[in-house]
């Protein structure tokens, strides 16, 4: 059973190209999420999706496009990458409004 | 900007002895999980905590919650080596379902 899985784990970019990150769960939850995580931040919410058809502004969505593909996948879109948008990026998933969240490994994105 | 906030920031201590870490929140919630991350991986559930609940035990681990206080805390006891990780508090708001705020975490570190 893979749970959440993110694409890429690393990736370098200089500022003002853009990439996608990808993620998929395979536990037919409804709601997913984008998460990013600073040295002393904590995890800061980015976007998330309550279900499929519906996506809604995190904490720091400022930079980032979200698109929910299907009931399984959630991508993130980093159009033109600034270097305030290096940090790991976790994707997760839940089965319910307050119940627990399932974490991917995260992808660690550099932007020079 | 952020809900919960973990107290100590870091916390050494001996395998075999007990571990506690404190969680404050601003906003009344619906109810509070804590999760833990090892290095370089992505974030654990641990347990959930409902807000008319004061006390939950999961094997070694026990939470508690205040919610006169807006305050939590997670005992570990019996520590082992493999403890060693950054342990999160999570807390939605009765305001905002599906968003769920973390703190900047708790670094435990279990010495052998």
């Known amino acids: 059973n893979a749970g959440v899985t993110q694409t890429p784990k690393f990736q370098v970019l200089k500022t003002g190209q853009s990439m996608t990150l990808q993620c998929a769960q395979d536990m037919n939850h409804n709601s997913m999420y984008w998460y990013r995580q600073d040295p002393g931040m904590g995890l800061r919410l980015i976007y998330y999706?309550?279900?499929?058809?519906?996506?809604d502004k995190g904490e720091v969505p400022n930079g980032y496009n979200v698109s929910r593909l299907n009931k399984r996948e959630f991508s993130l879109r980093l159009e033109s990458a600034a270097p305030s948008q290096t940090s790991v990026y976790f994707c997760?998933?839940?089965?319910?409004?307050?119940?627990?969240?399932?974490f991917g490994e995260g992808s660690r994105l550099t932007v020079l | 900007s952020q809900q919960g906030e973990e107290d100590p920031q870091a916390l050494s201590i001996q395998e075999g002895e007990n571990a506690t870490m404190n969680c404050s929140y601003k906003?009344?919630?619906?109810?509070l999980q804590w999760y833990r991350q090892n290095s370089g991986r992505g974030l654990v559930h641990l347990i959930l905590i409902r807000s008319n609940e004061r006390e939950k035990h999961s094997g070694r681990l026990r939470v508690t919650l205040d919610t006169s206080k807006k305050s939590s805390s997670l005992l570990i006891t019996a520590s082992r080596a493999a403890d060693t990780a950054s342990y999160f508090c999570a807390t939605d708001s009765t305001r905002e379902d599906y968003k769920l705020s973390f703190g900047a975490g708790t670094t435990v570190t279990v010495r052998a």
């Open positions: 997760a998933s839940s089965g319910r409004a307050d119940g627990e969240l399932f």
């Open positions: 999706s309550a279900s499929e058809g519906t996506t």
């Open positions: 906003t009344s919630i619906n109810n």
